[in-house]
């Protein structure tokens, strides 16, 4: 029973990762070239 639940919750949180993964990968985009820019910036 316990490796069941264990397989069950290993299924549905899997999913969950890749969501919140994709749901970021956007915001970490947009600050990496903020944050290009205001290197940039500094160095000019």
């Known amino acids: ?5 264990a397989r ?3 299924m549905i949180a899997t999913p969950a990762t890749r969501i919140a993964q994709i749901v970021n990968a956007p915001a970490a985009s947009v600050a990496r070239v903020i944050g ?5 910036d500094e160095a000019a």
């Open 1 to 5: 029973l316990d490796e069941l639940r």
């Open 8 to 10: 069950l919750v290993g």
């Open 36 to 40: 290009a820019y205001a290197r940039k």
